[in-house]
Structure formats: structure tokens, C-alpha cells
């Protein structure tokens, strides 16, 4: 089985730890770089993606990041994960930085006061078994993408909820809180059709 780190220096580690291990991955956490280095894939959890920046910057994990990122490995991030993933970022803190990879610009708190948090099915492109049960929880969504990304959900009105990049994959809801492990068992299929 592909052993696959959860970013861990903030946000829904466990959630996602759990979820991988349903679909049949290793979960270890990653707070080190030296632990970067061990693993076949990354999941960038949800949580708040200026803290998690942050830290990033201050564990000495951005960079690390960024070149496992350029040299190919997997990365899934689902909301401030996603956020982590964008090459752009709307409504971001001023000194907010992130990962990149992907070739889009994400909206940050996009969906707003009324629409904070939110259930919805979303309809999930390559995936079996009817629609996702989406969790949105203060979600960006994908204002923007360029040429080499695949839109795989949106939610009508250009409001792109889920995308990949080559290895990367993004998602602005919560799979992990759903109790359905579909996404990632398409993440870890990438995995191993990466490796
Ligand atoms: N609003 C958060 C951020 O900006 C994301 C929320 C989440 O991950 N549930 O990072």
C-alpha cells in the first residue's frame, strides 16, 4: 500500500488519516521535512490556510513542499488544502503564501456570510456511485483555472469545487467528514498509477 502523509501542522489531520486508511493507504503524519522525504504522497487537510502557511514557513516545510510538488509527488488538499494548492489567492492575507502547483485562482471564504457552511450533493466527474456529499465549511471555490487543469465538480455558475493538475487533485469540500471514502480512493489510485 502507498504510505501517504497528511500535513499535520494544523487542521482535520485525523479525519483524513482515518479516510485514507478506509481506502486502503498508509497514513503517517508530516511536521518535518526529514518526514516529507518518506512518503509516496501528501494530503493538505482542511483547516485555516493562513495559520497553516504559517507554519509551513516557520517548520522550514514551504520549500520542501514546493520542490517535492515541481518533482511530481501526488497532493491532495481539500479546502484551506486546496487554498495551499492554488498558484493564486483571492482574499488571502497579505503575507499568506502558498504551496502552488496548481494553475488556478481560488476565492477565498468565496461562498460568504449567508453560505458560511453548507451541505451540498455535488456531482463528481470519474467517480461511481452517484454524487459526493459535499461539506462546505467557510470553502474557497475555483475562480479561475488554466489550460492543464481538468474541472472535475462545480456547483453551476462557474463554481468550481473540485480540480486536478496532473498528481494534483483539489477539492473545496470536506470528503473526509462525509464517512464516504470515494475521493480518496481516487486520490490513492492516482498514487499508484504515479508511482
Ligand atoms: N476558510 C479557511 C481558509 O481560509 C478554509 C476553511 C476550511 O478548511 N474548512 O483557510
Request: proline share 5%.
Given at each position: 500500500s502507498p504510505v501517504i502523509g497528511v500535513l499535520a501542522l494544523q487542521g482535520d489531520v485525523r479525519e483524513h488519516a482515518l479516510a485514507l486508511a478506509?481506502?486502503?493507504?498508509?497514513a503517517r503524519p508530516v511536521r518535518r521535512p526529514e518526514e516529507l522525504a518518506e512518503i509516496d504522497a501528501l494530503v493538505i487537510p482542511g483547516?485555516?490556510?493562513?495559520?497553516?502557511?504559517?507554519?509551513?514557513?516557520?517548520?522550514?516545510?514551504?520549500?520542501?513542499l514546493r520542490a517535492r510538488v515541481a518533482a511530481g509527488m501526488p497532493v491532495y488538499g481539500s479546502c484551506a488544502g486546496m487554498i495551499m494548492l492554488a498558484d493564486k489567492i483571492l482574499d488571502g492575507r497579505d503575507?499568506?503564501?502558498?504551496?502552488?502547483g496548481i494553475?488556478?485562482?481560488?476565492?477565498?471564504?468565496?461562498?460568504?456570510?449567508?453560505?458560511?457552511s453548507f451541505?451540498?450533493?455535488v456531482d463528481f466527474r470519474g467517480l461511481d456511485g452517484?454524487?459526493?456529499h459535499g461539506?462546505?465549511?467557510?470553502?474557497?471555490?475555483?475562480?479561475?483555472?488554466?489550460?492543464?487543469?481538468?474541472?472535475?465538480?462545480?456547483?453551476?455558475?462557474q463554481r468550481i469545487v473540485a480540480v486536478r493538475q496532473r498528481n494534483l487533485l483539489a477539492t473545496s469540500f470536506?470528503?473526509?467528514?462525509?464517512?464516504d471514502s470515494r475521493v480518496h480512493r481516487y486520490f490513492v489510485d492516482m498514487v499508484r498509477d504515479a508511482g
Open positions: 478506509e481506502a486502503d493507504a498508509v483547516g485555516e490556510s493562513t495559520t497553516m502557511s504559517k507554519l509551513a514557513l516557520i517548520f522550514g516545510l514551504m520549500d520542501p503575507d499568506q503564501q502558498s504551496v502552488g494553475d488556478m485562482t481560488v476565492r477565498r471564504n468565496a461562498f460568504g456570510r449567508q453560505n458560511e451541505e451540498q450533493d452517484g454524487p459526493v461539506i462546505f465549511i467557510r470553502a474557497p471555490w475555483v475562480e479561475s483555472v488554466g489550460e492543464g487543469v481538468e474541472v472535475l465538480a462545480d456547483l453551476g455558475d470536506h470528503p473526509e467528514l462525509s464517512g
